[in-house]
């Protein structure tokens, strides 16, 4: 195999190699490597000269092209900044959905048609990357021209191949996390996509002092601007639409339930304590079920079809109860509390300053970081058989005795720097770089 490898290196220039990259998406072994390593050293050398043509396009007047690759509505973090650059004279934004492809045909187009509701709704600008009557995947490179790319993943498989960071080393590559990680470990901080990235919008200062334990560039692409993930959830006191269920008694505390797709068996457990509580509790509470997108195509191979759809169905015509899977921010900023074992929600749902239960296994929490210990501390930490007394005693007796400690460390930790959002953050960041900071 090394013998192989020589040759290939002697036989093909990186200009000949990254060609036979570009075209090949499902690439064989060999290519693959040499071409990541080949990227890997020489990233920073094109990120340079794509920066310099960025410059020297806005100086000509014209705008950057940027493209932002949506996969889940549930992981877009990026509405406030499309908002922003919809409206400036440096950008021309556009968002690609584009297919998950790691769950099967059924679970892609499923997906894709959420993204397409979704943001239908917002009226945002999107082309949908995969033509489902003809089979055939959009080229981003020659169809828009992006100069500007925002990920919302790093995993790669997760989506085609041809839209991973490796077929864009000519453009400026940038991402925020898909969540507020409260964990570390080489698969947080040291996929590829996170070291070939241009720039990488880090939620804390401590989320890049550990990049610099596991990067391998040692969180050189990283820079502090806060999570615009929870911007909304820490200046916005008022949800902007009304996504509760409309009761009819408005005195109704408001509950969160969102489960992960970790420990399938668990939530089914769970499953019947809340099926319990929604009704004795009718005249007191009401709950939203937020799963996570992946325990319904795991929760499959625990029911039949009928009984997944029933279930689902159960939540949706509950009249003190619903069943959410897209955008959350207006859910959380109406609610008064989450009940979970999510790895996301540990840290954004904590952002709004309410009451927060976990119901993690102590396996759950294994790779925790110092900021993720901190927070989860500052959790209820509850069995299942304990979820109906503190939803008595904390949120229907409002004796949430942690409050001020929650406040205390949003105020010191998570907020944003600069007094900005992180939007604006990352929005500044972008133009000094760019434009010189017009």
Not at 385 to 404: A, P, R, T
Request: some cysteine; proline content about 5%; hydrophobic content about 35%.
């Amino acid at each position: 195999m090394e013998n192989i490898k020589s040759r290939l290196k002697k036989i093909l220039s990186p200009k000949t190699l990254q060609r036979i990259r570009s075209v090949i998406y499902y690439p064989v072994s060999i290519f693959s490597l040499e071409y990541d390593r080949f990227l890997f050293s020489n990233q920073p050398k094109f990120h340079k000269k794509a920066l310099i043509k960025a410059k020297e396009k806005i100086k000509r007047g014209e705008k950057l092209k940027v493209a932002f690759f949506a996969l889940y509505p549930s992981v877009w973090k990026y509405d406030e900044l499309f908002q922003i650059m919809l409206s400036s004279p440096f950008y021309d934004p556009v968002i690609i959905i584009c297919p998950v492809v790691n769950k099967g045909i059924e679970h892609m187009l499923k997906t894709m048609n959420e993204c397409i509701e979704f943001f239908n709704k917002k009226n945002y600008p999107f082309i949908v990357s995969y033509n489902e009557k003809e089979k055939k995947y959009l080229n981003v490179k020659k169809e828009i021209h992006p100069d500007l790319i925002f990920y919302v993943n790093p995993y790669r498989g997760l989506i085609d191949d041809r839209y991973f960071i490796t077929q864009f080393s000519n453009v400026l590559t940038c991402y925020v996390p898909y969540a507020f990680f409260p964990v570390e470990g080489y698969w947080v901080f040291d996929q590829i996509l996170q070291n070939l990235c241009w720039l990488i919008f880090a939620e804390t200062r401590f989320h890049i002092e550990a990049a610099k334990k596991y990067q391998k560039r040692k969180a050189e692409n990283m820079v502090y601007t806060g999570y615009p993930g929870c911007d909304q959830l820490l200046f916005n006191e008022q949800p902007k639409n009304n996504v509760w269920k409309d009761t009819g008694k408005s005195y109704l505390k408001k509950i969160i339930w969102a489960p992960h797709h970790i420990d399938v068996q668990g939530f089914i457990d769970t499953a019947a304590v809340f099926n319990k509580i929604i009704y004795k509790y009718q005249d007191k509470i009401q709950i939203a079920f937020k799963p996570h997108p992946l325990l319904e195509v795991k929760l499959k191979d625990y029911w039949d079809e009928d009984r997944f759809e029933a279930y689902y169905q159960f939540w949706q015509n509950l009249p003190n109860g619903q069943y959410e899977n897209g955008d959350y921010i207006d859910l959380f900023l109406g609610s008064d509390a989450l009940i979970h074992n999510s790895g996301s929600f540990l840290t954004e749902y904590f952002c709004t300053g309410k009451p927060c239960f976990s119901l993690h296994k102590e396996d759950d929490l294994k790779e925790l970081s110092n900021f993720g210990s901190k927070i989860i501390n500052l959790h209820y930490r509850i069995s299942i058989d304990e979820i109906e007394k503190y939803i008595d005693d904390v949120i229907l007796n409002n004796n949430d005795y942690m409050k001020e400690e929650r406040l205390a460390f949003i105020n010191e930790y998570i907020m944003p720097p600069n007094n900005k959002t992180a939007t604006e953050n990352i929005y500044d960041t972008l133009n000094v770089l760019i434009t010189g900071g017009n």
